[in-house]
């Protein structure tokens, strides 16, 4: 039963951006390409940033930490910001963000779905390993996109120097209740802030949308 927990926790953080990209598309006519792009550009951001830990002291665990959530919540959405203010300028559609943001998320989901999928045959996964991994596959993908549309919108309303900093503050707290804390405050911290994250990035979302939006119903190609 371990190894099967396992497979299907792989198979979730795996499969998950994808299908939600694929439910996103369909339901919106969102293009892909800013996921792929978004995917492309988390490789340089991570290697980059995990050389830059690899000199982190580990024998203080609370500093630790604390320049590790800090480190990837400005690496991380700094990345995001330069996407998206000025390579992917074409692509200023709210759906399209969205899309971004998956593609972020599923750049993370490829490690930990591997790792679980390493532990088959291992005997040394948790018990609970599938149920933790569902939900950190989904509080990932849900403040993932939405850090990432409180960063486009600073972007179309020119509160860049308010938004962007905000987004890497909630990554850093994020990062750091996930890596610090115990199980049970990590997840009810990060539970309530993901939560606050999405209530805002929805708030962000309407007020971007075009007044001619549901009136007029683009297209668009895969990508």
Not at 16 to 34: D, E, N, Q, Y
Not at 66 to 80: I, N, S
Not at 102 to 113: M, N, V, W
Not at 121 to 150: C, K, M, Q, Y
Request: a neutral charge.
């Amino acid at each position: 039963m371990t190894d099967l927990n396992c497979l299907l926790a792989g198979l979730t953080r795996l499969l998950g951006p994808l299908i939600l990209l694929i439910l996103w598309h369909r339901k919106t006519g969102a293009r892909i390409l800013p996921a792929i792009a978004a995917l492309l550009a988390c490789f340089p951001v991570f290697i980059i940033a995990g050389a830059i830990r690899s000199g982190f002291d580990h024998s203080q665990w609370v500093a630790f930490h604390l320049k590790q959530g800090l480190l990837y919540g400005v690496f991380e959405e700094g990345a995001k910001f330069l996407m998206l203010r000025y390579l992917l300028t074409s692509y200023d559609n709210r759906r399209d963000v969205v899309t971004y943001g998956i593609g972020h998320c599923a750049f993370e989901e490829i490690g930990a779905g591997m790792a679980c999928l390493n532990l088959i045959g291992t005997d040394r996964a948790a018990p609970d390993i599938l149920w933790v991994n569902i939900f950190a596959a989904l509080e990932g993908a849900a403040s993932a996109i939405a850090l990432t549309v409180l960063i486009f919108y600073g972007i179309q309303t020119g509160k860049s120097k308010i938004m962007l900093p905000l987004a890497m503050l909630l990554h850093f707290i994020s990062n750091f209740a996930g890596g610090a804390l115990t199980m049970s405050v990590s997840v009810i911290i990060r539970t309530l802030l993901t939560a606050g994250e999405c209530f805002a990035a929805y708030r962000c979302y309407k007020a971007m949308q075009s007044p001619f939006e549901d009136e007029i119903q683009t297209y668009h190609s895969n990508f």
